[in-house]
């Protein structure tokens, strides 16, 4: 995130109820108005197993859920990369 100049704030959450743990990465470059909820947990063999990401750009209401990096990775760089072709 640092390399395309944006700023972040990463929380750890852990539910008191349930065996996921959450990790909250807030970003943007010039308000953290941009949410990646990364919910996990851990096999039986002690390997982090991602269960699902959401993807909150610019306060939407309704998240984009993904259950892989890879698809999350693709769909950013679509989104961003649209917006730099208009900018220029």
Do not use: C
């Amino acid at each position: 995130m640092r390399d395309n100049d944006l700023m972040y704030k990463k929380e750890y959450i852990r539910p008191m109820m349930t065996p996921q743990h959450v990790y909250v990465f807030r970003f943007g470059k010039h308000r953290l108005n941009n949410r990646v909820i990364i919910r996990y947990s851990h096999t039986w063999t002690g390997r982090l197993k991602i269960n699902e990401i959401d993807v909150r750009l610019h306060h939407q209401h309704h998240p984009r859920i993904f259950k892989t990096e890879a698809d999350l990775i693709e769909y950013l760089k679509s989104h961003f990369g649209n917006k730099g072709d208009k900018e220029n």
